[in-house]
């Protein structure tokens, strides 16, 4: 068996998901085998960089590829004393001094994200983000133009196919001119990856028509696979042997009560089924769990539970049902009143409310007629008692009629009449200030992108989630799981856990847990990012190319190189060509 190189490099690299997934790749052709090794990565952010240096096992080079003009636009300022535009040395010096036969480019792609809208979409600062792509494509077309790269790839969101259509001609039309075929195709990286995530990507390849004659074949697809497969390998979210990545995000109350009673595989648009009286929950009351068996009562026929030094009913099943007769029990009854007809206890010197049952519920008239006026409340339309001196007797009148108009504090006046007179001390408690408004202000319309966002979305254990995208949070799509493993004991120590209709914990992907989805790190192993923001770790993590399906690609690849340099131009495979409009059975030059 012959050992190759095959030596790949990364522009736009953030974390290195790309480069980690190249590296793990292995080709063979008959008895050559090829071996991937990163030679060089790029990226602005320099933690990013930090991480992709881990990743990969070779330094990244921080280098920003905006031309001036570009940094303006995208910036609003002039760049710093230090800055300078990159040029072709750069490259080379990146890539430290060494020629990739593959180069992958993962461009920025929020200027063709469908989170961002048509009109900022073509703000000069997101154009000026779009030109970035081109101006990486020639700088590197450029650097190697003498000993031109085997195979470009590049990938991005599936919307540059037409939000970005005229920069993809442009980058298009470069790479012919520099002696490549290209083909445009889009991939779902969970089924090229064997992912629990569904990831549908673009994805421009080009082959140098000269150096690499055989096709270009498509990885094989593999079905999409349940997060339950990945999250359940990992320690439960909160345990600190997994390590700061795995900590469960700190919510406020209501959002932990909104994903309990969002529908697993459902979002927000669940709670639109649940019935709201004033404010509240008709049907449902939330209560803590406390300790276990709290305030619990003991069957008298059953044994109780161990005994210790703090047991007490408020911490455990330690108060008894007592089923025997209550012979002399009165006496113990503090406090307790007597119906009329029933016989009083024995009377003796200590007796007193607070000592058994010695009080009585007396049906009779409440006193002497002098005292009849207390509290009494007439009726509109009969007559009030004497007024008398002892004017503190509290009479009071049941007034049918409307509160005053002008001085019915903190009234609020119905959609459908009109309001009171505005005048400068108009304030919620100077008069009907305030509206009772029927209207929900959640209605949506198709294309509504709060409505078809998955926002508050809770994924069910055994299916697979859509794609990790930088701006994955709780509220923002479909980034919750219905965990059905069992509810932790009382001294786990984790942030909050409510038991969701469907007895499962309704929890937020942790950070960790979007890293394993993406394939950067296997559900058993533990993971360290530059800095210690979960915002930041999650943004790279979502910028990120699946690991392992940059594994299947590079793979395919990898045989494809191998083909072209043990002189082979055609292989006969069953597999479909990257440009299946023109699979035929021979090499035609201008194909994949």
């Avoid at 090794?37 to 602005?44: A, K, L, P």
């Avoid at 991005?156 to 442009?170: E, F, S, Y």
């Avoid at 007769?325 to 206890?345: I, K, M, R, S």
């Avoid at 594994?551 to 494809?560: F, K, N, S, Y």
Wanted: glycine share 10%; net charge neutral; with cysteine.
């Amino acid at each position: 068996m012959t050992t190759t190189e095959i030596r790949h490099a990364h522009l736009f690299c953030g974390l290195g998901g790309g480069a980690k997934g190249f590296n793990a790749a292995r080709a063979r052709v008959g008895s050559i085998s090829g071996q991937f090794r990163c030679i060089g990565g790029i990226d602005v952010d320099p933690a990013s960089i930090r991480d992709f240096t881990r990743l990969s096992g070779v330094n990244g080079t921080v280098l920003d590829l905006f031309d001036r003009e570009q940094f303006i636009a995208f910036h609003g300022r002039e760049p710093g004393p230090g800055w300078r535009e990159a040029s072709t040395p750069d490259i080379h010096q990146s890539f430290h001094h060494e020629r990739p036969h593959i180069v992958f480019l993962s461009a920025p792609c929020k200027g063709f994200s469908g989170l961002l809208s048509e009109g900022k979409s073509k703000t000069d600062k997101y154009q000026a983000l779009n030109r970035l792509t081109l101006r990486g494509v020639w700088l590197t077309l450029e650097a190697f133009k003498d000993n031109p790269i085997e195979l470009i790839l590049f990938e991005n969101v599936p919307r540059i196919a037409t939000r970005g259509r005229q920069l993809l001609d442009q980058i298009t039309e470069l790479l012919r001119a520099y002696g490549y075929a290209v083909a445009e195709t889009t991939h779902d990286c969970g089924e090229i990856g064997g992912l629990a995530q569904s990831r549908k990507r673009f994805l421009l390849v080009a082959r140098h028509i000269e150096k690499v004659p055989p096709f270009l074949y498509e990885p094989d697809k593999r079905p999409l696979r349940a997060v339950g497969d990945v999250l359940g390998r990992m320690l439960l979210p909160g345990d600190l042997r997994a390590g700061p990545m795995h900590r469960v995000p700190a919510l406020q109350w209501k959002t932990w009560v909104r994903l309990a009673f969002v529908e697993a595989g459902s979002d927000w648009r669940s709670l639109n089924k649940l019935a709201i009286e004033d404010g509240k929950l008709r049907d449902y009351l939330i209560v803590p769990e406390y300790h276990r068996g709290h305030l619990g009562v003991n069957d008298w026929s059953e044994p109780a539970g161990t005994v210790a030094g703090s047991s007490r009913a408020t911490n455990g099943k330690f108060s008894i049902a007592d089923p025997r007769a209550a012979a002399g029990a009165l006496q113990y009854q503090q406090y307790g009143v007597l119906g009329w007809p029933d016989t009083a206890g024995a009377v003796i010197g200590v007796k007193s409310p607070g000592q058994g049952t010695f009080s009585v519920a007396d049906p009779r008239h409440d006193g002497p007629a002098k005292h009849s006026n207390e509290f009494r409340i007439v009726a509109w339309d009969k007559a009030a008692m004497a007024v008398t001196s002892a004017h503190g007797s509290g009479q009071a009148v049941a007034d049918p009629r409307q509160p005053g108009q002008c001085f019915g504090k903190y009234a609020v006046t119905s959609y459908d009449t009109p309001a009171g007179t505005v005048i400068s001390g108009s304030t919620t408690g100077q008069g009907a200030f305030a509206v009772a408004d029927p209207r929900s202000g959640i209605n949506r319309v198709k294309g509504d992108h709060y409505l078809t966002g998955g926002h508050y979305g809770v994924v069910p254990w055994t299916e697979p989630t859509g794609a990790v995208s930088a701006s994955a949070g709780h509220d923002s799509g479909r980034w919750s799981v219905a965990d059905p493993r069992a509810m932790p004991g009382p001294a786990d120590k984790l942030v909050c856990r409510i038991r969701a209709l469907d007895g499962t914990w309704h929890r937020p992907f942790t950070t960790l847990e979007l890293a394993a989805l993406q394939s950067l790190v296997d559900p058993e192993e533990l993971l360290e990012l530059d800095g210690l923001s979960d915002q930041a770790w999650r943004e790279r993590i979502g910028n990120a190319v699946p690991s392992d399906a940059a594994q299947a690609i590079a793979e395919v690849m990898g045989e494809t190189l191998l083909l072209a340099w043990s002189g082979e131009t055609f292989r006969l495979s069953a597999k479909p060509i990257w440009v299946r409009q023109v699979a035929v059975a021979l090499s035609v030059q201008g194909a994949l």
